[in-house]
Each structure stands twice: as structure tokens, then as C-alpha cells.
């Protein structure tokens, strides 16, 4: 536990380290207050909201309004995960760190672009 903390501290020091923790962080509170202040008061009381739409079928997997906060769930879990996992093998292989820290960031992204994209789904299969 005190090699892990060691490490935390000599790794959060480096800027790349700290921004990118910041940026994760950021773009997952952002989805959840996209979610919150865009869909939240209009889908809480429907039954069912369109999570995914493919292009050949159209909406093509339906939930509950909870599920819409799945992604964000998933995006924290593994953001967790890719953290400690940078932390614990930082004082062996800083390069691998880095991968990790940048896979970290691009799944975020990644997340960040499917809530914009679930918010715009439901905005216009219910305007």
C-alpha cells in the first residue's frame, strides 16, 4: 500500500498526469449534468427511452430512464480501473503509464460522444 501511494504521489507531480485525471473527471461529471439538465425532467416519467439507434433500423434498443446513466457508470468504473492499474505499474514500465492514462482519456471521450449522442436522439424522438 505504501509503494501504491508512493507511486500516486510521484505520478499525480507530472502535469500530463494530473490534467488527464482532471479532463476524465470532467467529461464524465459533464455527461451526467447533460443527461440531468437536458433529458432528466422529460424522461422520468415515461415508460421507456430510446438508448441506441442504428442508421438501418432505426431506435433499435429501448429502457428504462435510469439506463440512460449506464455509459457514465461504466466510463467511472474503468477510469478507476485504468488509474490504478497506471499507478501500479508506474515504478516499472512509465511507458505502458502513459497507454493507459491516454486509453483512459480516449474512453472518455468516447463515452462523452455517445451521451451527446443518446441527448440528441431523445431530443428529437421526442419533440
Known amino acids: 500500500m505504501a509503494s501504491f501511494l508512493h ?3 510521484e505520478m499525480y507531480k ?5 490534467w488527464s485525471i482532471v479532463a476524465c473527471a470532467l467529461m464524465l461529471v459533464g455527461g451526467v449534468i447533460l443527461l440531468i439538465t437536458t433529458l432528466f425532467p ?9 438508448l441506441h439507434y442504428n442508421i438501418h433500423i432505426g431506435v433499435d434498443k429501448v429502457g428504462s430512464w435510469w439506463q440512460l446513466f449506464v455509459p457514465s457508470l461504466i466510463g467511472v468504473v474503468l477510469t478507476l480501473i485504468n488509474i490504478c492499474y497506471a499507478v501500479r505499474i508506474w515504478s516499472r514500465e512509465k511507458v505502458i503509464a502513459y497507454a493507459v492514462i491516454v486509453t483512459a482519456l480516449l474512453l472518455n471521450i468516447l463515452i462523452a460522444v455517445h451521451l451527446i449522442f443518446i441527448v440528441i436522439l ?3 424522438y421526442y419533440a
Open 7 to 9: 507511486s500516486w504521489r
Open 42 to 50: 422529460q424522461v422520468q416519467q415515461l415508460r421507456v427511452v430510446p
Open 122 to 124: 431523445n431530443l428529437t
Open 14 to 18: 507530472l502535469r500530463f498526469f494530473r
